[in-house]
């Protein structure tokens, strides 16, 4: 009898092992190919939409990747599913759709509690990279600090300068950004600007420079 038992309970184990893996990779495969309808339905089967794949990611994080909208606002909606989970780089959905100028996601990932200020690089310092001016006003007008620094000291004005654009760069500065603040290395913004050969963003912080300093007297 004990026999019995015991060869039932390995083939159910076998049994679920198999469909474990089985729904792994469909949900993963419906991911890359933005299948909502796949992956609502392993969903409501119970697969768990915060298992990593071998890279360490979550499903939302590869949907933003991808980008697979479609997936991304099941994800989202998914009342289990954690907007907050970090690749092993420490990377957020937030950051990523934010690096990809996705507003409308953005905004869903907010609303969802998606942290706007999260330590180190922060979905900001993403933003002002490709110069996403629309992500950048929703961050700041979600209270992002503007002068967040990087684990090196790095701020988005820094790299708004270095690779965004100029209206990210004005942007940031009339929202209140520092320039006078320098990273690890030593490096401003406008040392960033010079360093990139971005000579129009190197004015915008020079003029910006300029006018905070005191008024001279006759």
């Known amino acids: 009898m004990y026999y019995f038992k015991s060869l039932f309970y390995l083939i159910v184990f076998y049994g679920v092992s198999i469909c474990q893996a089985g729904s792994y990779d469909d949900f993963f495969t419906a991911v890359k190919r933005d299948d909502?309808?796949?992956?609502?339905?392993?969903?409501?089967?119970?697969?768990?939409?915060?298992?990593?794949?071998?890279?360490?990611?979550?499903?939302?994080?590869?949907?933003?990747?991808e980008p697979s909208l479609k997936v991304v606002a099941v994800l989202i909606n998914w009342p289990k599913t954690n907007v907050e989970a970090r690749t092993p780089k420490d990377e957020s959905p937030l950051m990523l759709a934010s690096l990809k100028g996705l507003t409308e996601v953005c905004q869903q990932l907010i609303t969802k509690g998606a942290d706007v200020n999260k330590p180190g690089w922060a979905p900001l310092h993403y933003a002002a990279t490709h110069g996403h001016l629309a992500v950048m006003t929703l961050l700041l007008d979600n209270h992002a600090y503007i002068d967040a620094a990087s684990p090196n000291g790095t701020t988005p004005l820094m790299m708004a300068a270095n690779y965004g654009t100029p209206s990210a760069v004005k942007l940031l500065l009339e929202a209140g950004a520092d320039p006078l603040l320098k990273n690890d290395q030593g490096l401003s913004a406008i040392d960033f600007a010079h360093r990139a050969n971005r000579p129009e963003s190197a004015e915008i912080i020079a003029a910006f420079v300029r006018a905070r300093q005191p008024k001279g007297t006759w």
């Open 36 to 65: 909502a309808g796949t992956v609502t339905t392993l969903l409501n089967r119970g697969f768990d939409a915060n298992t990593l794949n071998a890279e360490g990611a979550t499903g939302l994080f590869l949907a933003v990747r």
